[in-house]
């Protein structure tokens, strides 16, 4: 699998200004400018409906939608640091080692949190704490782990974009990292959103209309039966 990744060449198409979409054998890559693309989130806490990352395209005028990051039992509240603008989902600071922060079409900070304390932060518009996958100089920080799930992932390339990642197909972290490490992707830190049937995509734009989603999790759901997105609360987007 991993050989195949290599050798194949990127194609890619255009979603939008800023915004170009790519598989990769089963990787799928979308590639956001965000200085040209305003990024945006979808928050349920902030009044809205818990839904598919497809309808959350539809409701909130979406290009892209990408899983924000994990939630917790109550299915509304992020498990790390969550704030967008006034509204903060989540106030508590844990242990997970990579910050987003964002205005729109301003460049995103990508902050390695190594500390219990964020920087300041004040001047973005959303703020989001996720589980670090890559850290700061390229380094793959996941132990080996025979366990392995489909993934939605969110990356920074060495030009400051975005990269939204998706691979229904299961890896182990440290493996899913090597992977990103060795593909043409400049690939330089890299924080986990989502995996399991959770994981999702969807792209509507450019013609392109695509809604996928995971389903693959050790000890929760073995095996590769789903398929439908699953409701989520919190989303990363691209305005169209």
């Known amino acids: 699998m991993l050989a195949l990744f290599l050798i194949a060449a990127i194609s890619w198409k255009p979603v939008q200004p800023g915004v170009d979409y790519a598989t990769i054998d089963s990787l799928h890559v979308v590639r956001v400018d965000p200085r040209v693309a305003r ?10 409906p818990m839904q598919t990352a497809a309808q959350w395209c539809g409701m909130a005028h979406l290009s892209v939608a990408i899983n924000l990051g994990m939630f917790n039992a109550d299915q509304r509240t992020h498990t790390g640091y969550l704030r967008d603008g006034k509204h903060v989902n989540n106030p508590a600071v844990n242990d997970y080692r990579s910050v987003l922060a964002f205005k729109p079409l301003q460049p995103v900070r990508w902050i390695d949190l190594d500390g219990a304390k964020l920087p300041d932060v ?6 989001v704490q996720n589980l670090r996958l890559i850290a700061g100089n390229r380094r793959n920080v996941w132990a080996p782990s025979d366990r392995k799930w489909s993934e939605a992932a969110l990356a920074i390339d060495g030009s400051g974009r975005l990269l939204f ?76």
């Open 39 to 48: 990024l945006t989130a979808g928050i349920a806490s902030e009044g809205h």
């Open 122 to 127: 004040g001047a973005y518009d959303v703020v």
């Open 165 to 240: 990642l998706f691979s229904r197909v299961p890896y182990t972290m440290r493996d899913f990292n090597e992977l990103l490490l060795r593909l043409p992707l400049d690939v330089r830190q890299a924080m986990h959103l989502e995996g399991g049937p959770e994981a999702s995509l969807s792209i509507h734009g450019g013609g392109i209309d695509v809604d996928l989603c995971g389903s693959y999790e050790t000890g929760f759901m073995a095996n590769d039966s789903n398929r439908q997105q699953w409701p989520l609360p919190n989303v990363l987007g691209i305005a169209r």
